[in-house]
């Protein structure tokens, strides 16, 4: 079984400063444990859940935006049992390791040589977790770097697809996708630059045709109008099952996809 855990699905400047809702990111366990864009309220989110830090496998960070990254430093200290081992991989966008395009680094030289792998990737790189095969992909965002991910688990391909505008060639990237998490920041038509409005999600989703759609990074503007309302706007236009998801949200991949 594939196991997705939502530690927060809060994003943009304002539902982070606030913490609205929180924006831990996500675990994926599939064997091994992958921690994704561990954000504020990351760590309090894994003590609620009972997730032991010093489980982490490895920990992705897809850009150097806080409400991906404010977390990870602790985590790497945890991962690494509070650097008494070498241990996990640390895999992010330029900018989070070197800084790239006048952001970051976000990460320590000093927590970068914690994990047994840190690794800084680029759209169309893959790597492994253990067994769990990791495909690196492009996005259009104003940290230029940015990046989302394919998991290719053994109960199919869970797409993160991380914060980017809907241009040329970003859709293409998910076809064959199970599961689709897709950032969300604004409601209805409302662009911003760099990110994706519900509007925006009604053609990503029409292209990918994936069996379920999770809504996270949801901005103020799409919390206060009502996630599951935007959620259902997306589903009725393409027949497609549509789901906003809530902080601690849990997703079981099995034969059937289960949502507690």
Request: glycine share 12%.
């Amino acid at each position: 079984m594939t196991r997705i855990t939502f530690l927060g699905t809060g994003g943009g400047r304002h539902a982070t400063i606030y913490q609205t809702r929180s924006t831990g990111g996500f675990i994926l366990d599939s064997g091994r444990r992958v921690h994704v864009d561990p954000g504020p309220g990351a760590l309090t989110n894994m003590k609620h859940c009972k997730l032991d830090p010093a489980d982490t496998d490895a920990i992705l960070i897809s850009h150097c935006h806080p409400d991906h990254y404010s977390d990870a430093e602790v985590l790497i200290e945890g991962m690494c049992k509070g650097g008494a081992e070498r241990r996990g991989g640390l895999i992010a966008s330029e900018s989070v390791l070197n800084g790239f395009g006048g952001i970051g680094p976000c990460i320590s030289p000093y927590h970068q040589r914690y994990p047994k792998c840190t690794r800084t990737v680029v759209p169309g790189d893959s790597f492994t977790v253990g067994a769990l095969g990791i495909d690196v992909t492009r996005s259009d965002h104003n940290d230029i770097s940015t990046v989302g991910f394919r998991f290719n688990t053994e109960h199919g391909v869970v797409s993160y697809v991380s914060d980017t505008s809907l241009s040329k060639g970003i859709t293409e990237q998910y076809v064959g996708s199970r599961v689709l998490m897709l950032p969300i920041t604004t409601p209805n038509d409302r662009r911003i630059k760099g990110h994706m409005c519900t509007d925006d999600a009604i053609d990503f989703v029409n292209a990918v045709r994936p069996e379920l759609t999770l809504f996270l990074h949801m901005g103020i503007y799409v919390i206060k109008l009502g996630p599951e309302e935007q959620a259902k706007k997306v589903a009725e236009a393409t027949g497609c099952k549509v789901v906003a998801a809530d902080d601690l949200m849990v997703v079981d991949i099995d034969d059937q996809i289960t949502i507690r």
